[in-house]
Nanobody, 123 residues
């Protein structure tokens, strides 16, 4: 499975961005795709995940209401819509995929990772 994240950039506080993660390869084996982020000097942090079998979505409590994960019907691309962005949202955002059945917020549960896309929010 290969994952290609895109859509990052520089945005002013209060603005929006939509990240995309294009998946290729044996994607049918993946049950969950998720987004994580990592700011300089900090640990990788869970953002959101989507279960392809159930359609269920899971978001970090602190980000609910501002960030939303979705997918295209072919399950080839997963999106992260980010609204009302704040400077503290600045980080490298990574998409991930795996056969995750629980603990969606744990990076160690995911088998495949994209290269990351930088999001910078200016104040």
């Amino acid at each position: 499975v290969q994952l290609q994240a895109s859509g990052g950039g520089l945005v002013q506080a209060g603005g929006s961005l939509r990240l995309s993660c294009a998946a290729s390869g044996r994607t049918f084996a993946m049950t969950v795709m998720g987004w994580f982020r990592q700011a300089p000097g900090k640990e990788r942090e869970f953002v959101a995940a989507l279960n392809s079998r159930t359609g269920g979505t899971y978001s970090a409590v602190s980000l609910k209401g501002r960030f939303a994960i979705s997918r295209d019907n072919a399950w080839n691309t997963v999106y992260l819509q980010m609204n009302s962005l704040k400077p503290e949202d600045t980080a490298v955002y990574y998409c991930a995929a795996g056969t995750v059945s629980a603990n969606y917020d744990s990076p160690g549960k995911y088998d495949y990772w994209g290269q990351g896309t930088q999001v910078t929010v200016s104040s």
